[in-house]
């Protein structure tokens, strides 16, 4: 019988997986072993395939599918690798190749170490040996994501690239600092938003004005997108879209913080990741030097928030998201009348009917004028005499702060009571459970209320805790108020922005009748930072 020919391809793999592990299996170890042992064969030796630096889960290797190819058209009928391992580590697809596709393209496969050989037959330990080397897989996958967590907790910053208007910090890995020539940059973008200019309108501006994109920068100093910037005109350098401006904006490095988990993969085995929700973030507080302060953070999305709800409900409301109910809570959303101007109305009632509140109908125009007045008032009252508003600011909202501290300690007191008796009850349930006393679906049921509420406490206290340290306003919250309405030289008309950079919420109550027999209603206004005024 005349013997079959062997055109062998030489299979060598080597990630950063493996080294975690100790494994000796180098590519120049594998390049020798694969060699010597094809000589010794007498194959025909048609080349070597090298993926170096590429996870075994990952089959879209570009030297594993170029042996691929060379399969395909004819060029190879042996595959040589070290071991099982060298070829993957996902067994379900690994042992596709070597039980499907291998037999049906007529390629003998060998696995030196593994003692396989598929001119030999089947091999019983193949498939065991498939699934331990994706537990390998599955298992260094596991301690990657711990160790990187743990530098995540460190603060440590772990990204392909630094945000624009801050470097890596040549002398300390994995730490942000603020990079000089680049840094007025988002500063200038958040001033922007800060000022109420949209996000379209911010790209727009800095394209006309050449101010040079984050890629162009990498580019500059690494070569990234080399493609984007070569051979291209120079108007490349400065186009700024949305989505830049927007990823600017949405960054909490600019505030001094670090957030990790904004996607994950879908598994070990997938390069694919999917977007997360908030609360599988993780957070890492003042990880660096903020550019810019949480108060001018705060602004920006304040103004985002307020562009956003115009857009989607209501884009002639300057008030959307703002307005309030006195008696319900809820908030006013407007409404129009075929026989009247705009109003607003009750968002309770609207849903509900009088069984849940009233309509508090309240034309747009005088709230509009309220509103308007009060703010000149305010701002006259700046610009007469600073010092003099600062005290009555203070003394005014002294007041309030007093109603409101002594409502957060009763609160606080009253929840850390009950948490104590559920703390109690949750022991003395544990004991009957133990004793006999009680059965396990019961105790199950008890365990899980007690445990809610134990929780739910818990948060309460939190927030009310919260709540009660924002209330001791100091003179430098009164400051930020004055320092944001003395910026105004005359205020004419009311816009979202103005609005939500001057007041935190409207309260408007339902009409009564006062004294003199004339109805009236009630309009409180509370301001950022220093809440209502007298």
Known sequence: MKQRIYNAALYCRLSRDDELYGESSSISTQRKMLRDFATEQGFHIVGEYIDDGWSGTNFDRPDFQRMIDDIEDGKINCV??????????????????????????????????????????????????????????????????????????????????????????????????????????????????????????????????????????????????????????????????????????????????????????????????????????????????????????DLVHTHMNARKRQTQRDEDNVFSGLVYCGECGWSLSSSNCKKQAKYLRCTKYSQRGKIACTIHFTPFKLLYGVVLLRLQYWLL????????????????????????RKHYEKEIKRATKRKKDVDRLFLKTYEDFACGRLDEDNYEMLRTKYRNEQIQLAEQISQYEEKLTATKTTEENVRKWVDLISKYSEINELTAPLLNELIEKIVVHEKRIDTDGKPTRDIEIYYRFVGRID
């Open 381 to 404: 009252e700046v610009h007469k005499n600073q010092d003099k508003i600062l005290d009555r600011l203070l003394q005014s909202g002294e007041r309030q702060r007093e109603t409101e």
């Open 80 to 297: 040589i690798t070290k071991d099982l391992s060298r070829l993957g580590r996902n067994y379900i697809l690994t042992g596709q190749y070597t039980e499907i596709y291998f037999p049906s393209k007529n390629v003998r496969f060998i696995a030196i170490s593994d003692d396989v050989d598929s001119e030999k037959g089947e091999s019983d330990i193949a498939p065991f040996r498939n699934i331990l080397n994706e537990m390998v897989a599955r298992d260094t996958s596991k301690k990657v994501k711990a160790a990187m967590r743990v530098k995540f907790n460190n603060g440590e910053f772990i990204a392909p690239a630094a945000p624009i208007g801050y470097i890596i910090d040549p002398n300390q890995k994995n730490k942000l600092i603020i990079d000089e020539e680049t840094a007025w940059i988002p500063k200038k973008i958040f001033e922007l938003a800060a000022h109420g200019k949209g996000q379209n309108s911010i790209a727009r501006l800095l394209t006309a004005e050449k101010v040079f994109a984050p890629y162009w920068y990498r580019y500059k100093r690494n070569g990234e997108r080399a493609s984007r910037f070569e051979n291209q005109p120079e108007e490349v350098r400065w186009q700024w879209n949305i989505k830049t401006v927007r990823g600017i904006l949405f960054n909490e490095a600019y505030i001094g913080n670090t957030v990790h988990y904004k996607c994950k993969k879908v598994s070990f085995k997938s390069k694919k990741n999917r977007m997360t929700n908030e609360d599988e973030w993780l957070r890492v507080e003042n990880t660096h030097e903020p550019l810019i302060s949480k108060d001018l953070w």
